[in-house]
Nanobody, 123 residues
């Protein structure tokens, strides 16, 4: 079992920044990939970014590439999502999740999910 808890969401103006955190606990997961997804009202959940726990290889969706940075702190078992140049269309509930599959951009392969944290980008 893996437990995930997100934090760091909130209200920010367009062009602003936020850093989300996802604290993991439970079994060890050196072979896992940690991902961030988001879901806006009335829309499907979409992939944002992912990082492999060992090696630190990163993946990004085209919509956030160059603006968001994913990283992990192995000692703290925490994954971060630094979000810059935020746009109103980034407004969503952001979820972190864990997968052992290779298809890190699909939510179907993720076994464990956090409850989510709301990010609202508005003036």
């Amino acid at each position: 079992q893996v437990q995930l808890v997100e934090s760091g969401g909130g209200l920010v103006q367009p062009g602003g920044s936020l850093r989300l955190s996802c604290a993991a606990s439970g079994r060890t997961f050196s072979d896992y990939t940690m991902g961030w997804f988001r879901q806006a009202p009335g829309k499907e959940r979409e992939f944002v970014a992912a990082v492999t726990w060992s090696g630190g290889f990163t993946y990004y969706s085209d919509s956030v590439k160059g603006r968001f940075t994913i990283s992990r702190d192995i000692a703290k078992k925490t994954v971060y999502l630094q979000m810059m140049s935020l746009k109103p269309e980034d407004t969503a509930v952001y979820y972190c999740a864990v997968t052992q599959t290779m298809n890190v951009m699909s939510s179907r392969g993720y076994d464990y999910w956090g409850p989510g944290t709301q990010v609202t980008v508005s003036s």
